[in-house]
C-alpha cells in the first residue's frame, strides 16, 4: 500500500519551502474544485471549506498526519532533542497532527505509531540525512507491516540548502567566524554516521558541497562507522596540507554516541548536532508537503480521467 514519494532529480535544483506550500495549495484548490463536480457534469452544492490542516468538526483532520521517524540512541538527550525539533514543526503548522516513532532503542517504536493510526493516512518523513539501509529497507518493511495505514514516504531530508543553514547556524554557535576562519588554513569536517551504501556516501558527499560553498573552505566528509576516513584521519590530512583551522559539523539529527565519538575529535571545535534548529522544522515540513503533494496530484489526475 505504501508509494515512495518521487525522488528529486540529482541535477535539479530542490525546491524551496514557498514552492512546495504553493504546490500544495493550488492541488488542495484543485481537489476542492473537483469535489464539486459529479461523474455525470453537474455541479454539487458547494459547502464551506476550511484550511486542510486545521481541525474537522468531528476532531479529525484532512490532512495525512506526520510520523516523523527518528533512529533512536541510548543517549537520554536524543529523545529530548527530537521532541524539541517535532514542537518546533507543530509551531509552523498548528493542527497538523505530528507523531514519532523511532527505528530502534526508543519508544515509541514506528510499529507502535503505526498501529495508532489505523484507518487513517499518514507521511513518513525520516529524521535521517541520506539514502541507506534504513530509508529503503526498514522504513517500507514497517510500512507493509502496517497494511491498516494509508502511507507515504518521504525523502529523507538530506541533501538540502536548509541542512546546510542548520550546519552553518551550528558551525557559528561553536565559535566559526567567517573573518577569523575563512583563510587558507581554515576547513571543515563533515562528520557523518556512515554507510556502505554508495547512495549514502554521495548524499553526504552532495552536503559536503554545499557546505563548502556557503563557507568558502574545503569541507571533508569523514564517518563514524563503516566506511572512512574517520574524522580523526579526515583532520591529520588536511592539517597535512596546512588547513590546521578545522571545525567538525555535526552531519546528525541529534546526539548519540557517533556524534560524541567525532566531537571528542576536537572538542573546542565541534559543532553541535542539528537538533531543534529552525531551518529543520521547516525542512521536516518541506518533506511532508513534497509527499503529500504527489498524493495530491496523483488524486487530481485521476478524478479529471474518471470525470
Not at 556524534?259 to 518541506?286: E, N, Q, Y
Request: charge should be positive.
Amino acid at each position: 500500500m505504501t508509494e515512495p514519494a518521487p525522488e528529486q532529480s540529482q541535477h535539479s535544483p530542490p525546491l524551496t519551502d514557498s514552492t512546495a506550500h504553493l504546490l500544495a495549495r493550488i492541488t488542495d484548490q484543485l481537489g476542492a474544485q473537483l469535489s464539486l463536480v459529479s461523474r455525470n457534469g453537474t455541479r454539487r452544492p458547494m459547502h464551506r471549506t476550511r484550511h486542510p490542516d486545521r481541525p474537522a468538526a468531528d476532531g479529525g483532520t484532512s490532512a495525512p498526519a506526520l510520523v516523523a521517524v527518528a533512529h533512536g540512541s541510548r543517549d537520554p538527550q536524543a529523545l529530548r532533542t527530537v521532541l524539541a525539533l517535532l514542537d518546533r514543526v507543530r509551531e509552523l503548522r498548528p493542527g497538523l497532527d505530528v507523531r514519532l516513532g523511532h527505528i530502534e532503542l526508543n519508544a515509541p517504536l514506528l510499529p507502535d505509531t503505526l498501529d495508532g493510526l489505523r484507518g487513517a493516512e499518514a507521511v513518513l518523513v525520516p529524521l535521517l540525512l541520506g539514502r541507506g539501509h534504513h530509508v529503503k529497507r526498514d522504513l517500507p518493511a514497517a510500512t507493509a507491516a502496517a497494511p491498516g495505514v494509508r502511507t507515504r514516504i518521504a525523502a529523507p531530508l538530506g541533501p538540502h540548502p536548509l541542512l546546510v543553514e542548520a550546519l552553518y547556524g551550528r558551525l557559528v554557535e561553536a565559535g566559526w567566524d567567517r573573518a577569523d576562519h575563512g583563510g587558507r588554513h581554515a576547513a571543515v569536517v563533515l562528520a557523518a554516521a556512515g554507510s556502505r551504501d554508495p547512495d549514502s556516501a554521495q548524499d553526504t558527499r552532495r552536503t559536503a558541497r554545499l557546505l563548502a560553498m556557503r563557507l568558502g573552505v574545503p569541507v571533508v566528509p569523514a564517518y563514524a562507522s563503516a566506511t572512512t576516513p574517520t574524522v580523526p584521519a579526515a583532520l591529520r590530512a588536511l592539517a597535512a596540507r596546512g588547513r590546521h583551522r578545522a571545525f567538525v559539523a555535526s552531519y546528525f539529527t541529534a546526539p548519540g554516541r557517533f556524534a560524541s565519538a567525532c566531537a571528542d575529535a576536537v572538542p573546542h571545535r565541534a559543532a553541535a548536532p542539528l537538533g531543534a534548529h529552525p531551518a529543520m522544522a521547516r525542512l521536516v515540513l518541506h518533506r511532508y508537503d513534497q509527499a503529500r503533494t504527489a498524493v495530491t496530484s496523483a488524486d487530481a489526475v485521476s478524478l479529471l480521467a474518471s470525470a
